[in-house]
C-alpha cells in the first residue's frame, strides 16, 4: 500500500471512530430534543389516548418534550408506513396496536413488514374482547349461545365495527374453533354494531371489554365470555373462554412502543426500562385500568416476539376465513 493510499485509510478509519464515539454519546445523552411520537388513528382514539399517557410520562421522566403527532387513515397503515421509512435516531416513534401489528397485516397487503420494518421496543399493555348477546336471544352461557347457534344456523348474524378489524377477526376464530355459522355484518363503528344488537338486527357482537362495559353495566347486553388469560377486574363474574374450553381465544386490543428497524439498542433498552417503571407506578397504571387496559411489561425480545405471533395467529384467522382485503 502506498504512502497516499495509507493516509486515505487511517483517515478514513479515524473518521469512523470520531463518528462511532459521537453516536455512543448521542445514545448516552438521548433524548437530547424533543421526540415524536406517531398515534396511527385519529385524535380520541384508543392509540391516542394511551399514546398521550405515555407520552405524557416519558416527557417528564426523560426531560425532554414527547409530543403525539395523529397520524390516522388505512387502519394505522399510514403512520406504521411514515414510522417504518424514519431514521432510526430514537426522535420517531410509535404507538403500535393489534391493527397495525397484527390484524391488518393479516388481511392487506401493507407497505411495510410489521417484523422487519420495525425495532420492538416496549409493551403497554392490552384489553380483552368479550362475547355479547341481546337479552332477547334467550341464552345465559357461552354453552348456551353456541347450541342456539347450531339450532338457528341459517338465521345467525354478528356486528363488526368494519372488514378485518379485531373483532371480526375473533369471531370469525371463536366460530372455527366451535363449530357453528354466523354470517359478519360490518358497521361503521362498534357502537353502531352495538346499537344493532339492541334493536335485534343481528345476534351478537365481539367488542372489547371498554367499548362493551358501560351497556353491560346498564343491563342491556349479557356478557357470555372474556378473551385472555385471566377475568376481568370490572367484570370478575364472567368467565373466560379458556375457563370455558377454547385457550386459543387470546384476542387483545393492546399498545406498545416500536421505532424504525436499527435503533441502536442503547436507545431501546433506555426506553424500554423507562416505559416499564412507568408500568410499575401505581397512579400510571391506574390509568390504564380505568381504560380496561391491563399493564403487561416485556422486555424488547419478548415484545418481538409477540408481535410475529400476533400477525401469525391473526393470518391463519384470516386464511381459514377466507378474508382478504386487497
Excluded at 493510499?5 to 473518521?15: D, E, F, P
Excluded at 471512530?17 to 415524536?36: F, I, S, T
Excluded at 346499537?195 to 351497556?215: H, I, K, Q, S, Y
Aim: some cysteine; charged content about 15%.
Amino acid at each position: 500500500m502506498g504512502t497516499s493510499a495509507r493516509r486515505l485509510a487511517h483517515a478514513a478509519l479515524a473518521l469512523s471512530l470520531c463518528m462511532g464515539v459521537r453516536a455512543v454519546l448521542a445514545q448516552g445523552d438521548y433524548p437530547d430534543h424533543k421526540v415524536r411520537v406517531i398515534a396511527p388513528q385519529g385524535a380520541g382514539g384508543g392509540v391516542d389516548v394511551v399514546g398521550r399517557l405515555l407520552a405524557e410520562a416519558l416527557s417528564k421522566r426523560l426531560g425532554q418534550s414527547f409530543y403525539i403527532e395523529n397520524q390516522g387513515g388505512a387502519g394505522g397503515i399510514i403512520g406504521a408506513a411514515d414510522t417504518a421509512r424514519a431514521a432510526p435516531d430514537g426522535y420517531t416513534l410509535m404507538i403500535a396496536y393489534v391493527g397495525t401489528h397484527g390484524t391488518n397485516p393479516a388481511v392487506r397487503k401493507t407497505p411495510y413488514d410489521p417484523v422487519k420494518s420495525f425495532t420492538p421496543i416496549a409493551m403497554i399493555g392490552g384489553t380483552a374482547n368479550m362475547l355479547l348477546v341481546s337479552p332477547t336471544l334467550g341464552v345465559k352461557t357461552l354453552k348456551d349461545f353456541i347450541a342456539y347457534a347450531n339450532r338457528n344456523a341459517d338465521k345467525m348474524s354478528y356486528g363488526t365495527s368494519g372488514n378485518g378489524t379485531l373483532n371480526h377477526l375473533a369471531m370469525e376464530q371463536f366460530k372455527h374453533e366451535a363449530g357453528f355459522e354466523d354470517l359478519p355484518v360490518p358497521y361503521k363503528s362498534m357502537s353502531e354494531a352495538l346499537t344493532d344488537v339492541l334493536g335485534g338486527r343481528v345476534e351478537t357482537v365481539f367488542p372489547g371489554v371498554a367499548a362493551g362495559l358501560p351497556m353491560v353495566r346498564a343491563g342491556r347486553v349479557i356478557p357470555l365470555a372474556v378473551t385472555g388469560e385471566q377475568r376481568q377486574a370490572v367484570l370478575p363474574e364472567v368467565p373466560t373462554f379458556k375457563e370455558l374450553g377454547f385457550p386459543a381465544m387470546q384476542a387483545l386490543t393492546w399498545y406498545g412502543v416500536v421505532g424504525p428497524a436499527r435503533l441502536p439498542p442503547a436507545i431501546t433498552e433506555k426506553l424500554n426500562t423507562t416505559v416499564n417503571a412507568i408500568l410499575a407506578t401505581p397512579d400510571f397504571a391506574d390509568k390504564l385500568r380505568q381504560l380496561g387496559i391491563e399493564p403487561m411489561p416485556m422486555a424488547p425480545p419478548q415484545f418481538g416476539d409477540y408481535i410475529a405471533r400476533e400477525v401469525q395467529t391473526w393470518t391463519d384467522v384470516a386464511r381459514i376465513g377466507h378474508i382478504q382485503l386487497d
